[in-house]
């Protein structure tokens, strides 16, 4: 059986102005128990994520002051998203050969989704319990 994105995903499907105060935007990643956040233009169109890594890296490393920024003056532009009917073999390699751990999903070009990388592992510990209990079966016999 093939899973697919659309199939993994945490449906997540807010987007933020890259005009937010980056507090604020902190604050809100706090609240969802995400550590990210998908940015859109003046259009609506994806233009960056922002991750608590981008914090890290480009505020506190920095000491700079969060209430005084924009998400884009620290998101990381272009986003590397999937289509729902994505196999997630392939959103897989796409995350190793990015070095992302986040990839939104979209279906007819709007935001369903976003399949992390814990995502990835938790359906590849299900699959090996799976395989495992199918194992156990067949060594009994």
Same mark, same amino acid.
């Given at each position: 059986?093939?899973?697919?994105?659309?199939?993994?995903?945490?449906?997540?499907?807010?987007? !933020?102005?890259?005009?937010?105060?980056?507090?604020?935007?902190?604050?809100?990643?706090?609240?969802?128990g995400v550590g990210f956040l998908i940015?859109?233009?003046?259009?609506?169109?994806?233009?960056?994520?922002?991750?608590?890594?981008?914090?890290?890296?480009?505020v506190v490393a920095e000491q700079r002051?969060?209430?005084?920024?924009?998400?884009?003056?620290?998101?990381?532009?272009?986003? +590397?998203? $999937?289509?729902?009917?994505?196999?997630?073999?392939?959103?897989?390699?796409?995350?190793?050969?990015?070095?992302?751990?986040? $990839?939104?999903? !979209?279906?007819?070009?709007?935001?369903?989704? $976003? +399949?992390?990388?814990?995502? +990835?592992?938790?359906?590849?510990?299900?699959?090996?319990?799976?395989?495992?209990? +199918?194992?156990?079966? !067949?060594?009994?016999?």
């Amino acid at each position: 059986m093939v899973l697919y994105a659309r199939d993994v995903m945490k449906a997540y499907t807010r987007t !933020f102005s890259e005009k937010m105060n980056a507090l604020e935007a902190a604050k809100v990643m706090m609240s969802d128990g995400v550590g990210f956040l998908i940015i859109v233009d003046g259009s609506g169109k994806p233009s960056g994520i922002v991750t608590e890594w981008d914090y890290l890296h480009k505020v506190v490393a920095e000491q700079r002051e969060a209430s005084s920024l924009k998400l884009s003056d620290i998101m990381t532009a272009g986003v +590397i998203g $999937v289509e729902g009917k994505t196999p997630t073999d392939q959103v897989t390699e796409i995350m190793f050969k990015h070095s992302i751990r986040r $990839v939104p999903v !979209f279906e007819q070009g709007k935001l369903v989704g $976003v +399949i992390t990388s814990r995502d +990835i592992i938790r359906i590849f510990r299900e699959y090996m319990d799976n395989l495992s209990r +199918i194992i156990s079966r !067949f060594s009994s016999l």
